[in-house]
């Protein structure tokens, strides 16, 4: 299974903002989307960085309620770990949890053309799972 897969079924949309954007901005665009992270894009599109709910917890931890007033790109996560259409489940896994992060943007030539999370992972394991043993029960039913 592929991330090209994944991105088919549930589609590219990704949340950008750009570095100004205050983290509170970026904790009330969470909320509202009810989404986890959001990727940092420079004015031509360009990754630049991420922002997850744990960047914003580590942020408020360490500099106070105050960090909420300050730009994303001085709280944010530079060094993005990102994807390809071409990768596997199994390598986004390995990746995921090496580095220990929940969502990885998927970059094409340059460009971003999506997002996957672990609960997009998670949802295509289960959904192969009940398909294996669906296609286990025909065949010993056959049998």
Do not use: W
């Not at 990727?39 to 709910?53: F, H, N």
């Amino acid at each position: 299974m592929s991330v090209a897969a994944i991105l088919k079924e549930k589609g590219a949309d990704v949340a950008t903002v750009t570095g100004d954007v205050t983290l509170f901005d970026i904790a009330q665009l969470l909320s509202d989307k009810q989404i986890g992270a959001v990727v940092i894009v420079d004015a031509q599109g360009r990754l630049e960085g991420i922002v997850s709910e744990r960047d914003l917890v580590k942020s408020i931890v360490a500099y106070g309620p105050e960090a909420l007033n300050e730009p994303a790109k001085n709280h944010m996560t530079r060094k993005v770990v990102t994807c390809s259409r071409s990768d596997t489940v199994a390598e986004l896994m390995a990746s995921m949890t090496v580095g220990r992060f929940r969502h990885l943007p998927v970059v094409e030539g340059g460009k971003l053309v999506g997002i996957v999370s672990i609960g997009d992972i998670v949802k295509r394991r289960i959904a192969e799972a009940e398909m294996e043993a669906d296609a286990m029960r025909d065949y010993i039913a056959s049998g």
